[in-house]
Nanobody, 122 residues
Framework: QVQLVESGGGFVQAGGSLRLSCAASGRTFSSSVMAWFRQPPGKEREFVARISWSGASTYYADSVKGRFTISRDNAKNTVYLQMNSLKPEDTAVYYC???????????????WGQGTQVTVSS
């Protein structure tokens, strides 16, 4: 079992930065693939980024590549999403998720946080 709690969302102007955190509890965090997804208003949930259990492998959606960075600290049971050069189209509820295998499909992820709102104004 893995329980996930996101934090760090908020309101920011376009071009600004935010760092999201996802604190995990449970023995399997360090062996889990972790990912961030987001759900813009009125749209489907979409993949943002994922990171392997060791942190050695990362993968990003094209829409955030070069602007967002996913990282993890297994000693702190925490995964991060550093978001730079934010755009209004990044406005969404951001969720972290955990899975046993690497994927961009949300159906593969077994555990989800409650989400944190990110709003980017133009």
């Amino acid at each position: 079992q893995v329980q996930l709690v996101e934090s760090g969302g908020g309101f920011v102007q376009a071009g600004g930065s935010l760092r999201l955190s996802c604190a995990a509890s449970g023995r399997t965090f360090s062996s889990s693939v972790m990912a961030w997804f987001r759900q813009p208003p009125g749209k489907e949930r979409e993949f943002v980024a994922r990171i392997s259990w060791s942190g050695a492998s990362t993968y990003y959606a094209d829409s955030v590549k070069g602007r967002f960075t996913i990282s993890r600290d297994n000693a702190k049971n925490t995964v991060y999403l550093q978001m730079n050069s934010l755009k209004p189209e990044d406005t969404a509820v951001y969720y972290c998720a955990a899975a046993g295998s690497m994927s961009v499909r949300n159906s593969v992820y077994n555990y989800w946080g409650q989400g944190t709102q990110v709003t980017v104004s133009s």
